[in-house]
T-cell receptor
Framework: AQKVTQAQTEISVVEKEDVTLDCVYETRDTTYYLFWYKQPPSGELVFLIRRNSFDEQNEISGRYSWNFQKSTSSFNFTITASQVVDSAVYFCALISSGSRLTFGEGTQLTVNP | SQTIHQWPATLVQPVGSPLSLECTVEGTSNPNLYWYRQAAGRGLQLLFYSVGIGQISSEVPQNLSASRPQDRQFILSSKKLLLSDSGFYLC???????????????FGQGTRLTVV
């Protein structure tokens, strides 16, 4: 069985603060991919990043960075200098060789001006 | 390039009426297809997934069913809608199996279903 846990249901920050969204996953497969998606109020899911299970390098893309640690089964997402436009629900997801794309419950991020 | 079409965008249906939501993918072959539901203020719940024509796996027993009559077509149905079926339904696709697994899932625009 596989599972993705996003323990933070809601986070509220003030603009320009840094914020980290946590993601913990469970899978018995040794080959898998992890994702982060953003869901703005309009509803569509926007792909942000993928990471395969053999690549533990952290990644930075502009104000976004991701910290993948297999030892703790975590794939955390940090937004630096948050902006109001970052307000959205963020989902962490996992897909393994069983072809099931499993999502966490999502974290509602609100960035206040 | 690959695209995914999902319709309708919004739907209001009375309790007890049937439902049919359609999803089609273009530009790829033999995709994995998924139906998700998102109730208001909640996370994404995987309802069905399919790795091939006629192959449907159900994740949650409920009032819904899915079919895959063609390689790139995935249909979500219900014979009689319940109030609890209201929500935001998302279709998605990915490709690959096992070691050849692709690394990204693509989502449709979603259907907002309101059962009244």
């Amino acid at each position: 069985a596989q599972k993705v846990t996003q323990a933070q249901t809601e986070i509220s920050v003030v603009e320009k603060e840094d914020v980290t969204l946590d993601c913990v996953y469970e899978t018995r497969d040794t080959t898998y991919y992890l994702f982060w998606y953003k869901q703005p109020p309009s509803g569509e899911l926007v792909f942000l990043i993928r990471r395969n299970s053999f690549d533990e390098q952290n990644e930075i893309s502009g104000r976004y960075s991701w910290n993948f640690q297999k030892s703790t089964s975590s794939f955390n997402f940090t937004i630096t200098a948050s902006q109001v436009v970052d307000s959205a629900v963020y989902f962490c997801a996992l897909i393994s060789s069983g072809s099931r794309l499993t999502f966490g419950e999502g974290t509602q991020l609100t960035v206040n001006p | 390039s690959q695209t995914i079409h999902q319709w309708p965008a919004t739907l209001v249906q009375p309790v007890g009426s049937p439902l049919s939501l359609e999803c089609t993918v273009e530009g790829t072959s033999n995709p994995n297809l998924y139906w998700y539901r998102q109730a208001a203020g909640r996370g994404l719940q995987l309802l069905f997934y399919s790795v091939g024509i006629g192959q449907i796996s159900s994740e949650v027993p409920q009032n819904l069913s899915a079919s895959r009559p063609q390689d790139r077509q995935f249909i979500l149905s219900s014979k009689k809608l319940l109030l609890s079926d209201s929500g935001f339904y998302l279709c998605a696709w990915s490709v690959g199996r096992g070691w050849d697994m692709n690394t990204e899932a693509f989502f449709g625009q979603g259907t907002r279903l309101t059962v009244v």
